[in-house]
């Protein structure tokens, strides 16, 4: 049957990704964004379907929905550390209060409500790979501890609802990547490809031996969707990620193997606060329950990505003549 599923955070870079999967499967899609670190133009990507909708809104404050909703996709926060440390007030409001909103109305609706928290809960981890029942290594007064602790938060209130009958999942999202990301963004995997089609050099924080894990976004988006068509109900956390690990000199080589008339060099900056110095999930739970894997390795995804970034427009475009 067809469903009535609200994102919010639509207009962001997994929301997109995730609202044109769901739109291309017939659901009724109603989308909710605030824009504080999305793009108000992504909403014309959706505008011409005749099954979605659109309300903007900041889930710090209630949200109301007249017509019946079966699931919600919670994705409303900033992610990228440039743009969650902006206002770190606000990033907290955002996780807490956001979903204390989104799980009364979860609850209003009877409805399933999936979470998504993020592989920041383990902080700067003591355990190698992360699992789901490791508690994490995070400084709840540093510059990132707007985000990581507004997350912990937010995983106990949906604790708290699950228990009281909700039916709340909750996913861990380790390092996504793919099109419909923020050029300005700030994470690794956009820096490198923009400095590259721009022949600037590749800025390395550290000496680059610090290790993370690159999940294509067609792959996370197709284990949230299997999560949440879950039959039973199954709280989780569950990881969902690319176990594959390369570090970060390992992705500069990459970007620049796949740009390869690049001019562009690698140079060295200071790493910043509490960055994790090793980042893996191990995603056997997400087999177990979901018989989910990723499918898509670094390169291909690479690949995609960076013709992403070229058809943008010439801001983001090699100079002229030059060419992958």
């Known amino acids: 049957m067809r469903k009535n599923i609200l994102i919010t955070g639509c207009a962001g870079f997994i929301g997109t990704n995730l609202t044109l999967k769901l739109l291309s499967l ?14 108000r133009e992504r909403i014309k990507l959706f505008s011409g379907k005749k099954n979605f909708s659109f309300i903007e809104h900041d889930i710090r404050r209630t949200l109301k929905i007249k017509e019946k909703i079966d699931e919600i996709y919670n994705l409303a926060c900033p992610a990228s550390p440039p743009v969650y440390q902006r206002d770190p007030i606000f990033t907290l409001e955002t996780s807490v209060l956001g979903i204390i909103n989104i799980l009364k ?19 700067n981890p003591l355990e190698h790979p992360q699992k789901e029942n490791y508690w994490g290594n995070v400084n709840p007064v540093g510059p990132r501890s707007c985000y990581d602790e507004g997350k912990r ?24 990547f793919g099109p419909y990301m923020n050029p300005e963004d700030g994470r690794v995997v956009v820096n490198f490809i923009i400095q590259a089609l721009r022949n600037e050099n590749l800025t390395v924080y550290g000496n680059g031996a610090q290790t993370r894990s690159f999940c294509f976004v067609d792959d996370l988006v197709e284990g949230m969707i299997k999560y ?40 060295y900056a200071c790493l910043p606060v509490d960055d994790p110095v090793k980042r893996k999930p191990d995603v056997s739970l997400a087999w177990q329950i979901l018989h989910w894997q990723p499918k898509v390795g670094l390169e291909e995804g690479l690949v995609k990505t960076i013709k992403y970034f070229r ?14």
């Open 311 to 324: 058809n943008l427009g010439k801001n983001y475009k090699e100079r002229e003549g030059r060419s992958a």
């Open 26 to 39: 017939e659901d009724k899609v109603i989308g909710v964004d605030n824009f504080y670190s999305s793009r």
């Open 105 to 123: 109305l979860a609850q209003k609706h009877d409805a399933k409500i999936l979470q998504a928290s993020t592989s920041e809960v383990y902080g």
């Open 153 to 176: 938060v937010a995983e106990t209130f949906c604790y708290e609802y699950f228990k009281k009958g909700v039916d709340v999942r909750v996913v861990r999202i380790f390092n996504t």
């Open 228 to 267: 949440m068509s879950l039959k039973e109900k199954f709280f989780g956390p569950i990881n969902l990620g690319n176990p594959e690990e390369f570090t970060i000199l390992e992705l500069a080589e990459e970007v620049l193997k796949l740009i390869n008339k690049s001019n562009s060099k690698t140079v």
